[in-house]
């Protein structure tokens, strides 16, 4: 992975585990531990993509960030829409900053 890229897919992940921003959101499905980005739709839905839909790089990092312990699942348990599977939030443990700091 080139530099320009792991720094592209950290400053994303980031973004999406930061606790302060709700949309999108770096998501782990309860029902089979599939990573997904969640975000706003519009009037008032929400909707998923799985990281599979980005570059593969994306699920390699997020698979080992998960398994060293850097990110973790935190809140309850969602739908994103009736009849959606059941997410968690993931945001990265207190070591990493907050995206601008």
Same mark, same amino acid.
């Given at each position: &992975?080139?530099?320009?890229?792991?720094? +592209?897919? &950290?400053?994303?992940? #980031?973004?999406?585990?930061? +606790?302060?921003?709700?949309?999108?959101?770096? @998501?782990?499905?309860?029902?089979?531990?599939?990573?997904?980005?969640?975000?706003?739709?519009? &009037?008032?839905?929400?909707?998923?993509?799985?990281?599979?839909?980005?570059?593969?790089?994306?699920?390699?990092?997020?698979?080992?960030?998960?398994?060293?312990?850097? @990110? +973790?699942?935190?809140?309850?348990?969602?739908?994103?829409?009736?009849?959606?599977?059941?997410?968690?939030?993931?945001?990265?443990? #207190?070591?990493?900053? +907050?995206?601008?700091?």
């Amino acid at each position: &992975m080139t530099d320009n890229a792991f720094d +592209e897919i &950290m400053d994303n992940l #980031k973004h999406w585990t930061s +606790e302060e921003i709700h949309s999108p959101s770096l @998501l782990m499905s309860l029902d089979d531990g599939s990573f997904h980005l969640g975000y706003y739709a519009g &009037m008032g839905n929400s909707d998923s993509s799985p990281i599979d839909n980005f570059s593969p790089l994306y699920r390699t990092k997020i698979n080992q960030l998960y398994r060293e312990g850097q @990110l +973790e699942v935190t809140g309850r348990a969602f739908s994103l829409y009736p009849g959606s599977g059941r997410f968690r939030k993931l945001i990265f443990t #207190k070591q990493y900053p +907050e995206p601008g700091s």
